[in-house]
């Protein structure tokens, strides 16, 4: 199960020390039900291929990942025949335990934008969970919940409808 919430941001977090930068390429086999593929290379650290299915929901929905070979990654990549969403995530230790995932989506592209998550435990500890201090700022705009909010909408607006 996946819990999470998420906002609009804009540039990297100030005063936070960073845990981890991975850069990362994601394309959609379909977007309801979400089923992805995504690269993801820690920068100096291991590279994961990650065949992932998404149910329903918002705050809270089902997922389920799983690792899988270089040669299945190629030929999914070549079915879905569109350009690949790239992205650079940066990681950051909260207190609590949390991780604060903020996220450069296309950079250097028309529709380029920053995006962060933060992933609980439970939807009660995603619920009562407040940003604090300079973070209460960055992360203003929250936009869990709101229709067009995802990745997968994304997608379709930029590489489907577009017809990239």
């Known amino acids: 199960m996946e819990i999470e919430r998420k906002w609009m941001v804009t540039g990297w977090p100030e005063g936070l020390p960073m845990a981890a930068q991975l850069e990362m390429e994601q394309g959609y086999v379909a977007v309801r039900p979400t089923v992805r593929i995504r690269r993801e290379s820690v920068v100096g650290g291991e590279t994961h291929l990650v065949l992932c299915f998404k149910g329903e929901g918002t705050l809270s929905r ?18 879905i025949g ?14 609590g335990g949390l991780t604060l995932e903020v996220n450069l989506v296309d950079e250097g592209q028309p529709g ?17 969970w407040k940003p604090e201090g300079t973070l209460a700022a960055y992360l203003s705009d929250e936009v869990t919940g709101q229709p067009g909010q995802s990745m997968g909408a994304y997608w379709a607006v930029t590489r489907l409808r577009a017809g990239r």
């Open 62 to 79: 089902e997922e389920i990942e799983t690792d899988i070979a270089p040669e299945l990654y190629e030929k999914l990549k070549r079915l």
């Open 82 to 95: 569109k350009p690949m969403i790239l992205k650079t995530q940066r990681r950051y230790a909260l207190p």
């Open 112 to 128: 380029c934008f920053w995006y962060a998550e933060v992933e609980f435990e439970t939807e009660a500890q995603a619920r009562a």
